[in-house]
T-cell receptor
């Protein structure tokens, strides 16, 4: 069985400061990891993904994430937060043994204060 | 491209009624999924499909049926609505690869009285 944990329900940062949203995962096979963002009353939008290769992946809006196989983590980061980054962030995983099935974490609400 | 479309956007049902949530995509994606989103519980997978004629259960399939007769359409049927099915429902699609990112529809907000 595959699972995703986002240990923080909420993350608060000041505008201009770096931000980190944490994610750990568990899969049987090789992991394919994703971050999605949801703005209020909207559907989810894709931010970035890790498939293979470089452990640091870059995505939309200046976000990046680091894949750490030994710690089974895929934390989302941004060097300088914006107020407009405030949203609900979801980490998701797929397993190459059942590629059609995605498992999402419970989500982390990011609030960036001016 | 319209992307992923869902209808209706809002629906109110009485306990015991049945209905179908519609989902369609025009990107020729092989994979499609249905999720429900409840406060504090993230997105939970209801059913998914890896191609026309192929469906499988997700984490919370009870009370829901799906079929996939075409690549484009993936309707979700509520057989006998219950208050516990009050939720926001999202449909998503992606290319037929484990690394394919999902495209989400705008959601259907369902209330069961």
């Amino acid at each position: 069985a595959q699972s995703v944990a986002q240990p923080e329900d909420q993350v608060n940062v000041a505008e201009g400061n770096p931000l980190t949203v944490k994610c750990t995962y568990s899969v049987s096979g090789n992991p394919y990891l994703f971050w999605y963002v949801q703005y209020p009353n909207r559907g989810l939008q894709f931010l970035l993904k890790y498939i293979t290769g470089d452990n640091l992946v870059k995505g939309s809006y200046g976000f990046e994430a680091e894949f750490n196989k030994s710690q089974t983590s895929f934390h989302l980061k941004k060097p300088s937060a914006l107020v407009s980054d405030s949203a609900l962030y979801f980490c998701a995983v797929r397993d190459d043994t059942n590629a059609g099935k995605s498992t999402f974490g419970d989500g982390t609400t990011l609030t960036v204060k001016p | 491209n319209a992307g992923v479309t869902q209808t209706p956007k809002f629906q109110v049902l009485k306990t015991g009624q049945s209905m179908t949530l519609q989902c369609a995509q025009d990107m020729n994606h092989e994979y499609m999924s249905w999720y429900r989103q409840d406060p504090g519980m993230g997105l939970r997978l209801i059913h998914y499909s890896v191609g026309a004629g192929i469906t499988d259960q997700g984490e919370v399939p009870n009370g829901y049926n799906v079929s996939r007769s075409t690549t484009e359409d993936f309707p979700l049927r509520l057989l006998s609505a219950a208050p516990s099915q009050t939720s926001v429902y999202f449909c998503a699609s992606s290319y037929g690869l484990a690394g394919g990112s999902q495209f989400f529809g705008p959601g259907t907000r369902l209330t069961v009285l």
